[in-house]
Antibody
Framework: EVQLVESGGGLVKPGGSLRLSCAASGFTFSSYSMNWVRQAPGKGLEWVSS????????YYADSVKGRFTISRDNAKNSLYLQMNSLRAEDTAVYYC????????????WGQGTTVTVSS | QAGLTQPPSVSKGLRQTATLTCTGN????????AAWLQQHQGHPPKLLSYRNNNRPSGISERFSASRSGNTASLTITGLQPEDEADYYCSAWDSSLSAWVFGGGTKLTVL
């Protein structure tokens, strides 16, 4: 079964850090670009970051550039998101999602992990 | 990053047809087309179609997508109660080097 499972969310104070992980199974992880997408409470989807299959291309939304770092380990079938200098507006459910290409869209999504930034 | 434009809500009756729209520009929808996602409350999004009208395996033929210029559309025929959900469009923006999403349309089936 094709599956993505996020972990690492939690409650953190403003200015703090968290590292999210996404474990992939059931498909050839190294063939797909991977993405982080978040959804604030009661709001729509917001793209956060993308990384190509071999990590050659990395992109960030302006709202997280300089604070978040995406990475992957194809040997471990895992995707990561290091989040530093967290702000209240980063509070959201964070989803990882795979995409074969920019044309194919994000076709498999994890269940999400919740990040709450609050003092 | 600028997003795609979707109407906030659409309401239609049971067994009717709903058409949802998504407007972008020549760098995103007009370039690589749009993907459509369905999200039920408390669940992750689910891909319904990509590059305008390619459906992943298992997606009902009641869902069909199209594009005209910079506007993508999702048509849902024979509306069922389970179609009540939030629908998002997304596209890769080649100018921004970023994925952009629409704000979502809440579909209510009366």
């Amino acid at each position: 079964e094709v599956q993505l499972v996020e972990s690492g969310g939690g409650l953190v104070k403003p200015g703090g850090s968290l590292r999210l992980s996404c474990a992939a199974s059931g498909f050839t992880f190294s063939s797909y670009s991977m993405n982080w997408v978040r959804q604030a409470p009661g709001k729509g989807l917001e793209w956060v970051s993308s990384i190509s299959s071999s990590s050659s291309y990395i992109y960030y939304a302006d709202s997280v550039k300089g604070r978040f770092t995406i990475s992957r380990d194809n040997a471990k079938n895992s995707l990561y998101l290091q989040m530093n200098s967290l702000r209240a507006e980063d509070t959201a459910v964070y989803y990882c999602a795979r995409a074969l290409s920019t044309i194919h869209g994000m076709d498999v999504w994890g269940q999400g992990t919740t990040v709450t930034v609050s003092s | 990053q600028a997003g795609l434009t979707q109407p906030p809500s659409v309401s239609k009756g049971l067994r009717q047809t709903a058409t949802l729209t998504c407007t972008g520009n020549s760098n995103n929808v007009g370039n690589q087309g749009a993907a459509w996602l369905q999200q039920h409350q408390g669940h992750p999004p689910k891909l319904l179609s990509y590059r305008n009208n390619n459906r992943p395996s298992g997606i009902s033929e009641r869902f069909s997508a199209s594009r005209s210029g910079n506007t993508a559309s999702l048509t849902i025929t024979g509306l069922q109660p389970e179609d009540e959900a939030d629908y998002y469009c997304s596209a890769w923006d080649s100018s921004l080097s970023a994925w952009v999403f629409g704000g979502g349309t809440k579909l209510t089936v009366l």
